[in-house]
């Protein structure tokens, strides 16, 4: 771990504070969340599957975070957010020898500040978008290890992100089922009604069977159930126009090449000679 590193996550905190000013302290508990569900059709998750994404430069995961920035945008104003980025963990070393006699989670989760443009401006929320996670040093891995072994200054609960984002990636069920994310059987409520909630709005997304499902839990005491409703269709709208507007397209985004390093090179001088060519 590096003193970049611990830089570039006290900044985030920072910028996290920022996101709760204007909302009341409450007890972030299990018990004050409720839950709403609403499905991308076949049809449009068969295009998102289809774009040619690699040739673009881009994800899935980059395209539905710019799309929820614009949500966010049209439903809040906000010009900015900043969310945790969760995930299982099993690809964070890049070495999926580590993992190969596991079973389960290794939940990896960081904090990432993301513009909020409107939808009409989607190439450039893109980009923005990829450059925001590509400016995450260490793909986010060590910032756990600093939180909690109390590299990190002191700070309280209230600090964490606003918003948790986690993409599940594909999934098949075995024996023809959807698999949905809510609501929670009884199995799967057994996690206790006090058990910590950080944040106050969670998006988990997941492709099952064709289709792409998109959860909201939000806190009952910071949102009425219209305006998350309201938050949750407009992130469908977003999705759906940004699936359409990539299909119509031959748009290609810029990533950076880790190859600076080698070359003695900073990111401005390496980004000018990428450019010119």
């Not at 900043?82 to 070495?95: F, W």
């Not at 006699?101 to 993301?114: D, I, N, S």
């Not at 891995?141 to 990636?169: D, K, V």
């Not at 950076?256 to 900073?266: D, K, Q, R």
Request: proline share 4%; with cysteine; aromatic share 10%.
């Amino acid at each position: 771990l590096t003193i970049r590193e611990l830089s570039h996550w006290i900044d985030m905190e920072a910028k996290v504070a920022e996101d709760w000013t204007d909302f009341a302290p409450v007890e972030r508990a299990y018990q004050h969340f409720d839950h709403l569900h609403e499905e991308l059709s076949a049809t449009t998750t068969q295009q998102l599957l289809s774009l040619p994404l690699h040739t673009m430069n881009v994800t899935i995961q980059e395209v539905q975070l710019a799309a929820l920035t614009s949500a966010i945008y049209e439903w809040s104003g906000r010009s900015a957010i900043t969310l945790y980025l969760e995930s299982h963990g099993r690809n964070s070393t890049e070495d999926a020898a580590s993992f190969a006699e596991t079973v389960g989670w290794f939940t990896m989760k960081y904090p990432v500040a993301l513009p909020c443009l409107p939808a009409e401006d989607m190439r450039n929320g893109i980009q923005q978008t990829i450059a925001a996670l590509e400016n995450v040093p260490g793909n986010g891995e060590g910032y756990l290890c600093q939180r909690y072994l109390g590299e990190l200054p002191a700070r309280s609960r209230g600090t964490e992100p606003f918003i948790t984002f986690n993409y599940l990636g594909q999934h098949d069920t075995s024996e023809g089922r959807t698999f949905t994310i809510h609501p929670l059987s009884p199995v799967q409520q057994n996690v206790g009604p006090a058990i910590y909630m950080p944040s106050a709005l969670y998006f988990t997304l997941i492709i099952s069977e064709g289709i792409l499902q998109v959860s909201l839990s939000y806190h009952m005491s910071l949102f009425t159930k219209d305006s998350a409703e309201q938050l949750l269709r407009k992130y469908i709208t977003c999705l759906e126009q940004f699936i359409h507007a990539l299909g119509k397209g031959d748009d290609m985004f810029k990533k950076n090449i880790s190859v600076t390093a080698g070359l003695e090179l900073n990111d401005q001088a390496f980004k000018e000679i990428y450019n010119s060519l």
